[in-house]
Structures are given as C-alpha cells and as structure tokens.
C-alpha cells in the first residue's frame, strides 16, 4: 500500500474519532439543555468555532503519530516531493468533498426552509462537514488506486 494510500486512510479515522469524541462530549455536556433562540445561536457559534482548532491540532498529532510510526514499522519516508498526478489527485478530490458540503449546505436551508428547529440546520451542517471531509479523503484512495 502507498503511503499516501495508507495517509487518506488515517485521515478518514482520525476524522471520524475527533468529530465523534468532541460531538459526543457536546451532547453529554449540553444535549438535554433547554435555550432560547438566541442562546442556541450562541451555543452552535461557540461549539463549531471551538471544533476548528481542536481538529487542527488533533490532525497535526495524528500526522506526526502517523509518520513517526510509519517511518519505524516500514522505513518508508515520506515523500519529498509531489509529482502532477498527485496533485490532480488532491484537487479532484477537493472538488468532490466542495460538492458534497454545498449539497449539505444547501440541504440545511432546506430544513430551515420547512420549518424544522434550528438547532436541526447546524446538525446538518456538521454532518456535511464531516462527510465533505470524509470524502476527500476517500476520493483520494479511490484515485490513487484507480489512477486518474
């Protein structure tokens, strides 16, 4: 498997555990919480700004854990360089993961648009987020084992 085969892979793990593990301490924390509108507005402002730099920071140990370990199990280097191919790769996958978060973007007016809580077009949000990210990097393996 190539390295960065193995990458999108941890990627797609790591993804689902820090957007899982920080959701879930949410909804333990404050999921039985009844605010009013104007607090709810300010909740989901607080928790998705407090997301960005906790999967930043989650991500960049992932990264380093990943190529340290890599590095000792298969003394395999990362890649110096990145050739065309592989930057066709990234920005056909990055398309695909900006198409499938306006479908999730558009998807959340659309549950506004019918009347469904608030609270219910953040949810879909996050999710598109997620799955965006997801995506990308699945994308990303499929192109690099196909080929593009």
Known sequence: MYYQEKKSIVNIISTLLIYGIYYWIVYNKYGNLTMSAD????????????IIPIAI??????HIIFSITNRLV?????????????????LTSTR????????????????IAYGMPLRSM???????????????????????????
């Open 39 to 50: 607090e709810e507005l300010q909740f989901w402002g607080k928790t998705m700004l407090l």
């Open 57 to 62: 920071a989650g991500k960049i140990i992932v």
């Open 74 to 90: 298969t003394s395999e280097k990362q890649p110096a360089f990145e050739d065309e191919r592989d930057r066709i790769i990234a």
């Open 96 to 111: 695909n993961a900006f198409m499938v978060f306006g479908f999730g973007f558009l998807g959340a007016l659309g549950v």
């Open 122 to 148: 953040f949810i879909f949000m996050i999710v598109a987020g997620v799955l965006s990210d997801v995506f990308d990097n699945l994308s990303q393996l499929y192109f690099h084992r196909k080929g593009i």
